[in-house]
C-alpha cells in the first residue's frame, strides 16, 4: 500500500468550524494513477498538504510507503515528490538552476536521474539558461513537475497539475503521467476536471471535505442508476424547469449544450417527448446518452445531500 | 555540506538578480550619508528677524549691525510699528521680533539701564528658543562692549569677570556631520541586516517555494542559515562603503580600532537578523512585513539617541532606548569613530547586544517551530 490514510479531520477557522476534511478514509496501492477528483473547496489541497507533511490533521492517521506522516515526515519528505497547484519555483533563477537546486537538496544529481525526466526534459531544454518566470504555462509545468521527480520519489503528488492549462498541454501531460506510471511510480493526482477522471485508474470523488465513493472509473460509471437523457429544446432554460418538474425525472442540469436529465422508472423516450410537447416546446430532441463521471458526481451529490452530514 | 554550499550559493543568485535589493543596497548607503549628514542638521541658522526700532539711535543702529553682522540672523524687516511686526510674524517674513523702545539711548546712558523687548515664533520651538538665547548672547555681548567704551579703567578692575573658554573634545569643531554619520552607519546596517532579511523570507513564503523546501529534506536550521549568511555578509559590504563615503566625504577617519567595530558590528548583525527572522514569521506577504518592519524602523531611530541625546528623553523614552538595539550601536560607532574606543570601552554594549541577540534568535527559531 503506497498511501493509506485512516479517518482523517481537518478543520480550520478561530473555532475550528470549517470543516475542510471529515473522517477520510482511502487507500492507494503501490504503483497506481490515483485521482481525486472533485469542486474547488472540497478538501483536495487539505488532503495534500496532510499526506505531504506540510499541515497535521487533527484526528485520524495516515502513511505513505508505511511511513506516518506525523511521525515519520523526515522520511516522507525524502521519498515524495510534491506539485502544488500553484508555480513555485523561483522565478528567478533559469530552468537548469531551478532543476540543479532541488536535485540538490534531495542529495541527488541532475545526472543521476536524468533517464526518468529526460522525455520531459527535453522539451524544456532548448530554453534551459531562461529564468523561470519568463517561461510560458505549460513550459512552467513541465519544469515544475521535473523539479518534483528529480530525486526520483517513491510517490508523486500532483494538487491540480492541469488548472489553467490549454487543453493540447493537458493531454500531453497526461500522456507523460501515463509513462511515469508505466516506471512504477504511483502517482497521487488531484483536479477539478471530471473528463481527465477516466483517465486514471482508480478515483476518489470529494465533495464538503468526504470522500463520496472510491472506485475505478468504470466501476462508477456502471454504478450509474437509472437512465440518462440528453434533451435539447428552443427554450432551454424553460425546459430545465419544466424537466425539474415531471415526476419521473430526479435531477435535470444543464450539460454543454443540452440538458441532462436523470430519469428512473420510465420506459419510452416518448413520454419526455410528449410532455415537452404539452409544454409548448419546440424542436424538441430527446436522446439517451452514455453517463460520464460529471454525471455520476451529480448523482452522487443528491444522494449526499440527502442524508444531511452529520455536524461535529 | 556540499547541499549547505548550493543553498548559500543559490541566495546569492537570487540577491544578485534582483536589481531592487542591489541598488538599495549600494545607493542606500550613498545617499543616505551623502544628504542626511548635510540636511539633518541641529544647529539652527538663518533665522529671520525683524527690528521695530522706536528710537533711531546710534546705539540702536550699533545693536542691529550687530545682529546683522551675527551669521545665525538675516536681518528681513524693518519697521517703527509693533503692530508690523506681529504681521511679520504671522506671514512668517519673521521669527524673532526685536523692539527697542523710545528713550533706549537715552536710559542707557542716563540711568545706565534699558530695556528690549524680544518676540519669538515658537511654532518651531526648538529654532524660536535657540533665536531668542542667541539675540540674548548678542545684546549681552553689546551691552559689554558698551560698559568697556565708558569704564575709565581703575588700577584694579572693579567688577570682576569670569570668562569662559570651552574645549570641545572628540569633535573639535562641533562638526555637526561628525556626529551624525556614525548613527547613520548604524542605522543602514539595521536595515540591510533586519528589513532586508526579513523581506527575503517572506518572498518564499509569498512565491510559495517554502512549500516547495518544507516538502524537502533541508533542515531548517539550513534553510535558516542559508537566508541568513548571506545578509550577514552584506552588512559589512554596506559597512565598509559606508566607512569609505564617510571618508572621502566627510573626511573621518574611522580611528585605529577598525577591527573593534567591525567585530562589534558582526554580533549586532546576528542579533538584528533575528529580528528579521521574527517578523517574518508573523508575516505572510512582503507588504505585510515592510509595514511591520517601517513602523519598528521609526520607533528604533527616533529613540536611538540619533538626533536627539537619550539623557533629555522622559525616563520611560530612556528605558525603551535602552532596549532599543540601534542605540548601542548608534553610541559604538561614535565611540569607536570620535573617540577611537577599545573593546574593553564598551563591554557593557556587548553584553547588551549579545542578550538582545540571544533572546530574538531564541524566540524568532520558537516561533518558527511553532508556526511550521
Known amino acids: ?91 528567478d533563477l533559469s530552468v537548469e538552476e531551478n532543476l540543479r537546486f532541488f536535485a540538490t537538496i ?32 505549460g513550459m512552467k509545468q513541465k519544469l515544475a513537475l521535473c523539479c518534483a521527480l528529480i530525486h526520483r520519489p517513491k510517490v508523486l503528488f500532483l494538487d491540480e497539475p492541469t488548472t489553467g492549462v490549454d487543453v493540447v498541454s493537458r493531454k500531453e501531460f497526461w500522456a507523460m503521467l501515463q509513462q511515469l506510471k508505466k516506471q512504477g511510480m504511483t502517482i497521487f493526482v488531484s483536479t477539478p476536471y471530471m473528463d481527465e477522471a477516466t483517465l486514471c485508474d482508480r478515483i476518489a470523488l470529494i465533495q464538503k471535505g468526504s470522500i463520496m465513493s472510491v472506485d475505478t472509473p468504470e466501476n462508477l460509471l456502471n454504478k450509474y442508476q437509472g437512465d440518462l437523457w440528453g434533451i435539447r429544446t428552443e427554450h432551454m432554460y424553460k425546459a430545465l424547469q419544466d424537466l425539474n418538474n415531471f415526476p419521473s425525472v430526479t435531477e435535470c442540469y444543464t450539460f454543454g449544450a443540452m440538458h441532462h436529465a436523470q430519469v428512473s422508472g420510465l420506459q419510452m423516450p416518448a413520454e419526455l417527448h410528449n410532455y415537452l410537447d404539452r409544454k409548448y416546446h419546440k424542436n424538441i430532441r430527446v436522446e439517451k446518452i452514455k453517463p460520464t463521471i460529471e454525471d455520476c458526481f451529480m448523482q452522487l451529490m443528491q444522494a449526499d445531500e440527502r442524508e444531511p452530514v452529520p455536524n461535529e | 555540506m556540499n547541499k549547505m554550499k548550493y543553498i548559500l550559493r543559490k541566495e546569492f543568485k537570487q540577491i544578485f538578480r534582483d536589481p531592487a535589493i542591489l541598488r538599495l543596497i549600494f545607493l542606500m548607503p550613498a545617499i543616505q550619508l551623502l544628504i542626511l549628514p548635510f540636511a539633518a542638521d541641529y544647529e539652527i541658522k538663518n533665522i529671520n528677524v525683524g527690528i521695530v526700532d522706536h528710537d533711531h539711535s546710534t546705539y540702536s543702529r550699533g545693536l542691529i549691525q550687530k545682529i546683522e553682522f551675527s551669521s545665525y540672523f538675516n536681518l528681513t524687516e524693518y519697521s517703527d510699528s509693533y503692530q508690523m511686526g506681529l504681521q511679520w510674524i504671522e506671514s512668517e517674513t519673521a521669527d524673532l521680533i526685536i523692539e527697542i523702545p523710545t528713550n533706549f539711548e537715552k536710559n542707557l546712558v542716563r540711568e545706565s539701564e534699558a530695556t528690549l523687548f524680544l518676540a519669538v515664533n515658537a511654532v518651531n520651538g526648538p529654532k524660536g528658543n535657540l533665536g531668542a538665547a542667541y539675540a540674548s548672547n548678542i545684546i549681552r555681548s553689546y551691552n559689554q562692549d558698551i560698559r568697556s567704551e565708558w569704564i575709565q579703567w581703575p588700577r584694579m578692575n572693579p567688577e570682576p569677570q569670569i570668562e569662559v573658554v570651552a574645549s570641545h573634545w572628540y569633535n573639535p569643531t562641533s562638526n555637526y556631520q561628525v556626529f551624525m554619520v556614525p548613527g547613520i552607519l548604524a542605522v543602514l546596517l539595521t536595515m540591510v541586516g533586519g528589513f532586508l532579511s526579513a523581506l527575503n523570507i517572506v518572498r518564499e513564503k509569498e512565491i510559495g517555494t517554502i512549500e516547495q523546501l518544507n516538502v524537502s529534506p533541508i533542515k531548517k536550521h539550513q534553510f535558516i542559515l542559508g537566508k541568513l549568511i548571506p545578509f550577514w555578509l552584506l552588512g559589512f559590504v554596506v559597512l565598509t562603503i559606508g566607512l569609505m ?128
Open chain 2, 245 to 372: 563615503i564617510s571618508y572621502v566625504i566627510h573626511g573621518i577617519i574611522p580611528g585605529p580600532n577598525l577591527g573593534t567595530l567591525y567585530l562589534f558590528s558582526g554580533i549586532y548583525l546576528l542579533a538584528i537578523l533575528g529580528f528579521g527572522l521574527l517578523v517574518s514569521n508573523f508575516t505572510d506577504t512582503q507588504q505585510q512585513a515592510l509595514m511591520v518592519a517601517f513602523f519598528f524602523m521609526l520607533i528604533f531611530i527616533l529613540l536611538s539617541g540619533l538626533y536627539t541625546p537619550i539623557e533629555s528623553m522622559p525616563k520611560w523614552a530612556q528605558i525603551v532606548a535602552w532596549i532599543n538595539p540601534v542605540t548601542y550601536l548608534v553610541d559604538v560607532c561614535r565611540m569607536v569613530m570620535l573617540k577611537g574606543s577599545v573593546l574593553s570601552d564598551m563591554t557593557f554594549h556587548l553584553v547588551a547586544i549579545g542578550f538582545t541577540g540571544v533572546l530574538l534568535n531564541t524566540l524568532a527559531i520558537w516561533t518558527y517551530a511553532k508556526r511550521t
Open chain 1, 1 to 91: 500500500m503506497a498511501i493509506s490514510i485512516d479517518r482523517i479531520s481537518k478543520s480550520y477557522g478561530e473555532h475550528k468550524d470549517v470543516h475542510a476534511l471529515r473522517e477520510i478514509s482511502l487507500s492507494v496501492h503501490t504503483g497506481e494513477l490515483f485521482g481525486l477528483i472533485g469542486p474547488d473547496g472540497a478538501g483536495k489541497t487539505t488532503l495534500f498538504r496532510i499526506l505531504t507533511t506540510l499541515v497535521l490533521p487533527d484526528r485520524g492517521s495516515a502513511t505513505v510507503e508505511g511511513k506516518d506522516v506525523r511521525d515519520d515526515f523526515r522520511d516522507i519528505r525524502t521519498m515524495v515528490g510534491y506539485m502544488p497547484g500553484r508555480f513555485s519555483l523561483y522565478q
Open chain 1, 106 to 137: 534531495f542529495h541527488t544529481t541532475i545526472e543521476e536521474n536524468y533517464e526518468l525526466i529526460k522525455d520531459i526534459y527535453v522539451q524544456i531544454e532548448p530554453f534551459k539558461k531562461r529564468r523561470a518566470g519568463d517561461l510560458s504555462g
